[in-house]
């Protein structure tokens, strides 16, 4: 079991280009969430599906964010004309349909200059 | 709002001396929770979990947490703290089903010789 899988581990990107992170998560988990992670605001949710669907976006900033899952195996996050707020560290997650627990991939940092 | 408080930002203990994290929630009912670790440079790992029924529960590495419903609390505890312990600990509340989780702002565990 590789647990859950995030690339890239760290990206480095200029203000106004696009950014997309990508997870997969743990081979048979039907839920896949995506939390971001910063200093002064510590864990947000952001959003999650389950069996590929959107669930719960409520997290997700209006603009610029966005979220898919095109298949079981794996989701993306996508920011548009990121901005240095936008720096932070994004956290995947997975979990079954049976189960409670979350299992966390090590996250990919994102660094807007 | 469900929610959960940490209210020590950072705690400084001894190696070998025990150890208490404390977690207060806000929840309208009979809430999950749970204490999630995270090392430097990955992502969380679950240390334990609460589901209605002994208000003890028993964690890995030695950690161990008690429910409180009359003091709203979840508090962490380990009887003799080991260097790696050294590591941000996050307590979560379950505050939707799919297993969406609410955290706290995290406790910085440093541990000293």
């Known amino acids: 079991n590789a647990g859950v899988i995030q690339t890239p581990r760290h990206k480095v990107t200029g203000k106004g280009q696009e950014a997309t992170l990508w997870c997969e998560p743990i081979?048979?988990?039907?839920?896949v969430f995506w939390y971001r992670q910063t200093i002064v605001q510590g864990l947000e949710f952001l959003t999650y599906?389950?069996?590929?669907?959107?669930?719960?976006d409520s997290g997700m900033p209006k603009e610029r964010f966005s979220a898919q899952m095109p298949n079981q195996s794996h989701s993306t996050l996508k920011i548009q004309s990121t901005q240095p707020q936008d720096s932070a560290v994004y956290l995947c997650?997975?979990?079954?349909?049976?189960?409670?627990?979350?299992?966390f991939g090590e996250g990919s940092r994102l660094i807007v200059v | 709002a469900q929610s959960v408080t940490q209210p020590d930002a950072r705690v400084t203990v001894s190696e070998g001396a025990s150890l208490q994290l404390r977690c207060k929630y806000s929840?309208?009912?009979?809430?999950?929770l749970f204490w999630y670790v995270q090392y430097p440079r990955q992502g969380l790992q679950l240390l334990l979990k609460?589901?209605?029924?002994?208000?003890v529960v028993q964690g890995v590495n030695g950690f161990e947490a008690e429910f409180s419903k009359s003091n709203s609390s979840f508090h962490l505890r380990k009887a003799s703290v080991h260097w790696s312990d050294w590591a941000v600990y996050f307590c979560?509340?379950?505050?939707?089903?799919?297993?969406?989780?609410?955290f706290g702002q995290g406790t910085v565990l440093s541990v000293i010789p």
């Open positions: 997650a997975s979990s079954c349909n049976s189960g409670n627990t979350l299992y």
């Open positions: 081979s048979g988990h039907s839920a």
């Open positions: 599906f389950r069996n590929q669907a959107p669930i719960d």
């Open positions: 929840y309208f009912g009979t809430p999950y």
């Open positions: 609460y589901y209605p029924g002994d208000p």
């Open positions: 979560a509340v379950r505050t939707g089903g799919n297993n969406k989780l609410t």
